[in-house]
T-cell receptor, first 115, second 112 residues
Framework: GAVVSQHPSRVICKSGTSVKIECRSL??????MFWYRQFPKQSLMLMAT?????????EQGVEKDKFLINHASLTLSTLTVTSAHPEDSSFYIC???????????FGSGTQLSVL | KNQVEQSPQSLIILEGKNCTLQ??????????LRWYKQDTGRGPVSLTI?????NTKSNGRYTATLDADTKQSSLHITASQLSDSASYIC???????????FGKGTRLHILP
């Protein structure tokens, strides 16, 4: 069964609205969570890395004020796309890693479409 | 610079045939190497994970090999099925800075 749950799987929103995506580790404590975006037929692109209880580290070119990441507990991280625009339409995926660093599991992804 | 290179970029084979995907890396110091399968519109699913001391690991029809000396890994798929059509991603973790480096993936198409 899935060990990382990501919701929603698909969301359609109007331009200018904010969208929150949740990522939960189901049977292990995720000390680190990663957020990626992926365009069609492209590889995963890391957006940010977050450790529980601390601020996320964003990759170069990713706006931290636009993509708000919260990792308030060892089982939950959220990504909020603020004031979404059509160019933010993409497939967003989270992954979670345990303290032992052996476990690295991915969520099932969220397809965001901004109209 | 830590890099993971996968080849081929894409591959088309007939159902029932075998194939081998390659992954070369320059990540150092090496921690582990993972192979994932990603279906279109879904998140990656783990196939295998290997550490420095492991040479081969199997998961059903998937067999991964690792040569830590030459920094090469391969994923062999036996008796391919239509459901094997997906992207296969090689992911290498570094010990020192905890980085996880992704390959760009190999897109595999199985034809009936």
């Amino acid at each position: 069964g899935a060990v990382v749950s990501q919701h929603p799987s698909r969301v359609i929103c109007k331009s200018g609205t904010s969208v929150k995506i949740e990522c939960r580790s189901l049977d292990f404590q995720a000390t680190t969570m990663f957020w990626y975006r992926q365009f069609p037929k492209q590889s995963l692109m890391l957006m940010a890395t977050s450790n529980e209880g601390s601020k996320a580290t964003y990759e170069q070119g990713v706006e931290k004020d636009k993509f708000l990441i919260n990792h308030a507990s060892l089982t939950l991280s959220t990504l909020t796309v603020t004031s979404a625009h059509p160019e933010d339409s993409s497939f967003y995926i989270c992954s979670a890693r345990g303290a032992g660093k052996e476990k690295l599991f991915f969520g099932s992804g969220t397809q965001l479409s901004v109209l | 610079k830590n890099q993971v290179e996968q080849s081929p970029q894409s591959l088309i084979i007939l159902e029932g045939k075998n194939c081998t995907l390659q992954c070369n890396y320059t990540v150092s110091p090496f921690s582990n190497l993972r192979w994932y399968k990603q279906d279109t519109g879904r998140g990656p699913v783990s196939l295998t994970i290997m550490t420095f001391s492991e040479n081969t690991k199997s998961n059903g029809r998937y067999t991964a090999t690792l040569d830590a000396d030459t920094k090469q890994s391969s994923l062999h798929i036996t008796a391919s099925q239509l459901s094997d059509s997906a992207s296969y991603i090689c992911v290498v973790s570094a010990n020192r800075d905890d980085k996880i480096i992704f390959g760009k993936g190999t897109r595999l198409h199985i034809l009936p």
